[in-house]
Each structure stands twice: as structure tokens, then as C-alpha cells.
């Protein structure tokens, strides 16, 4: 057992995953979110122990460009 703890942060600063909170699942909303943000290809690395990790690779979403 790791024993009690508790974080506490703003409630801006905090998402709620629809997903299971699967560190492989948090690295791919990571990647997501940030490549929407950002526009760009992002790689996210996440760990949560030695030998436990994930990663996941995100593109921005495609833009449509109206000619009209």
C-alpha cells in the first residue's frame, strides 16, 4: 500500500476524463489536447512508475479552407 494522499488544485486547472484514468488514456487525451491547442504533431510521454508508462502521438485537427 502507497497510503493516504490528497492534492488539491483550482477547478480550472482540472478535467474530468469521460475514459478510464488508465495512464495510457491520459496520455493520449494529453496528446490530443495539446495538438489541438498548439496545431502541431505532439509525442506525450507519461509515467507513473519504473517500467509503467505510455506514450501517444496526436495531429492537430485537419482545417478546411472555404474557396467560396
Known sequence: ??????LKLPRQRCHLLSTPTTIEH???WLA?????????RIRVQAFEGIDKGAMADAMPPATTHDDA
Open 1 to 6: 500500500a502507497q497510503g493516504r494522499f490528497s
Open 32 to 40: 490530443d489536447t495539446i495538438a489541438r491547442d498548439t496545431g502541431s
Open 26 to 28: 491520459i496520455a493520449a
